[in-house]
């Protein structure tokens, strides 16, 4: 079984409709992260959770909220769809050590299309 | 702030060939470097790292050198195969608290039989 896994994995909705991804792991990691892919333009980073009582943003959080329910669990919610938002969507995973870089682990993705 | 620029695709080669995709960075001191493979419908796996000036990441045959002098990550390979088609991504953090990657907007490589 995958390690990191995202629901859906391809969603198309209609302008001004709220939608939820939903991220789970299985790695134990404390950290989770949100981002999203576009073309030309690599991953940005959306949000990004230490626990579940720390959520902070990342450099394109407008239009996006997250959620996080557990240690295993990282939901991105979109209030209200608009077009520019379809993109792939990748939830990821690492370890808390405050030295040095903690590989992330990435999970399937999620294609979004806002129609 | 901390970015990374990579040459853009796609790259199409024929199978045994020698590939180099350029990757560099602006950044203050010294980031961690990465570089990330996707393949199709995949999410992103780590392909090779380099924590400090002149090290030396290298896995499945890859191998990507940190030059400080020339702020540069060149990804490359001696002889790729088909089934290294796939989109490549540079990438650097600083890791500490907030272990961010600050990737750049990925290479994709195509490799014909």
């Known amino acids: 079984d995958a390690d990191v896994t995202q629901t859906p994995r391809n969603r198309i909705t209609k302008t001004g409709k709220r939608i939820m991804l939903e991220c789970s792991q299985t790695?134990?990691?404390?950290?989770m992260y949100w981002y999203r892919q576009d073309p030309g333009l690599g991953l940005r980073l959306i949000y990004y959770s230490f626990d579940v009582k720390d959520i902070n943003k990342g450099e394109i959080s407008d239009g996006y909220s997250v959620s996080r329910q557990a240690q295993a669990k990282f939901s991105l919610s979109l209030e209200s769809a608009i077009p520019n938002q379809t993109a792939l969507y990748f939830c990821a995973t690492s370890d808390l050590h405050f030295s040095g870089y903690n590989e992330q682990f990435f999970g399937p993705g999620t294609r979004l299309t806002v129609l | 702030g901390d970015s990374v620029t990579q040459m853009e695709g796609p790259v199409t080669l024929s199978e045994e060939a020698f590939l180099t995709i350029n990757c560099t960075y602006t950044?203050?001191?010294?980031?961690?470097l990465f570089w990330y493979v996707q393949y199709p419908g995949e999410g992103l796996q780590l392909l090779l790292k380099a924590t400090k000036a002149d090290d030396k990441g290298s896995n499945k045959g890859f191998e990507a050198t940190y030059r400080k002098e020339t702020t540069s990550f060149h990804l490359e390979k001696g002889s790729v195969q088909v089934s290294d088609s796939a989109v490549y991504f540079c990438?650097?953090?600083?890791?500490?608290?907030?272990?961010?990657?600050?990737f750049g907007t990925g290479t994709l490589l195509a490799v014909q039989p």
């Open positions: 990438a650097l953090s600083r890791g500490g608290a907030t272990n961010k990657l600050i």
């Open positions: 950044a203050t001191g010294y980031p961690s």
């Open positions: 790695k134990g990691h404390d950290r």
